[in-house]
């Protein structure tokens, strides 16, 4: 793509974000999450602004929450007096949030890396298999997340009120996740905009209610507008 068509293909995006009513009105927000430490110093989820109020509307301080990807999230979960287990896959990025947690805050924290070897062959659907456990970053393309995606293995099902999938092997994330959430409970889905996070689960949805939301979130240029989907189980239904 030539550089006049990459700007005016994203003009069109930003002064889409400016005609809607809709993601105008979270411009501060926006602006504020582009300060220096802001994401950590002020901690927001790095979901959409329109999901992020949604489940801040349910949010209460006697949910069991579950997150695959730690970070800002993770301080505004704790932050709302919510139980949490995070799971987090980067060591550097683990010892800067642990930094930031309060002590006696309800938190189960796990560093859990990538473990060597591909579990499927190198094909450009491997990323959207659940059993793969991989991740579409070529810096693991040799690596399995397996042990990463299982933690939640451990818990028995319907125990949570939200698991939240914003980490690495998004597919298999879902997979082991769908039976965990309570009947009445949330499964978040960051970047669903994604084709291949879906492919293989979407059938695996039964029982669950589809609410989307398209727009801006902190951090991500404006031109940038991304997707989070937020699955609300309706019934204890499962096909896996």
Known sequence: MTSAAWLARNARRFIAVLKSPRQIKHLRRYSESLREGHMLDMPTPWLTFDA?????????????????GSGGSTLYWLKSGAELVSIEHEAEWYNLVEG??????RLDYRLVQPELGRLCAPTPDAVGDPDCYASND???SAQNFR?????IDEFPDQTFDMVIVDGRA??????HSFPKVKVGGLLVLDNSDREYYLRGTRPLLNGFLEHRFRGIGPGIPLYLQTQTTVFEKVTAEFSG
């Open 52 to 68: 992020i109020d949604f489940i801040a509307d349910r949010l209460s301080p006697q949910w069991n929450i579950f997150e695959y």
């Open 100 to 105: 930031k947690i309060r002590p006696g805050s």
């Open 138 to 140: 070529p810096l693991f």
């Open 170 to 175: 998004r597919p298999s994330c879902l997979k």
């Open 147 to 151: 042990s990463y995606v299982s933690q």
